[in-house]
């Protein structure tokens, strides 16, 4: 392993988390329960979710091929962040029993790249109040890249309560309605 920090062509560090990196300007505007689950990898948090599903068969179909999670009331939820080479992250949610879903996010200049099976969505971070706002800015499944339109109902927001670290993600598409909404609240048990 060598001495030195991996680094790419333009001088960015690969070894410093992929929030943190970029958010650097703004990471001190965080709350601290944001922080700690971004600062450092491995991370594995704990905690319960609600997750609510689209129905018909397009937001099902959608969900099948992204491997979204099953639905499920205050159920538990598991979540690994895990650092890879050319610094990306995986992170992989447990949602009770059923399959894991798993992403990779990538740093994409100043946004995110998210892959969760065949789709791949493109979102900006901002900080408000101290929570990372995401807002999807581009998208494209099997490489066909989406509207502008489809992008308008998908967005996440990470928050806290008291020293726990929440979430609220949702994603619907025009003339398809919800395909997934889910949101809980985590405690971090090993960073």
């Known amino acids: 392993m060598s001495k030195f920090?991996?680094?790419t062509a333009d001088g960015e560090r690969l070894d410093v988390?992929?929030?943190?990196?970029?958010?650097?300007a703004e990471w001190h505007l965080l709350a601290a329960p944001i922080r700690a689950v971004h600062e450092r990898r491995p991370a594995t948090l704990i905690g319960r979710a609600t997750v609510v599903r689209g129905w018909g068969w397009l937001p099902r179909f959608f969900?099948?091929?992204?491997?979204?999670?099953?639905e499920q009331h205050n159920g538990p939820?598991?979540?690994v962040l895990e650092q890879m080479q050319g610094g990306r992250e995986r992170w992989t949610r447990h949602f009770g029993i059923a399959r894991p879903m798993q992403s990779c996010l990538r740093r994409h200049g100043d946004h995110v790249d998210e892959t969760i099976g065949v789709t791949t969505l493109r979102f900006k971070f901002s900080v408000e109040g101290g929570s990372i706002r995401w807002t999807a800015?581009?998208?494209?499944?099997?490489?066909i890249p989406w509207p502008q339109s489809w992008l308008k109902g998908i967005d996440g927001y990470e928050s806290h309560r008291g020293n726990r670290y929440y979430f609220n993600v949702r994603a619907a598409l025009p003339g398809v309605g919800l395909i997934v909404h889910y949101v809980g609240e985590l405690d971090l048990v090993r960073a």
Do not use: C, H, M
Not at 17 to 24: D, R
Not at 63 to 70: E, I, K, Q, R
Not at 137 to 143: K, Q, Y
């Open 77 to 79: 939820l598991k979540v």
């Open 137 to 143: 800015v581009a998208g494209r499944t099997l490489g």
């Open 17 to 24: 988390p992929l929030s943190q990196a970029l958010l650097s």
């Open 5 to 7: 920090a991996e680094i």
């Open 63 to 70: 969900g099948w091929v992204s491997g979204l999670p099953d």
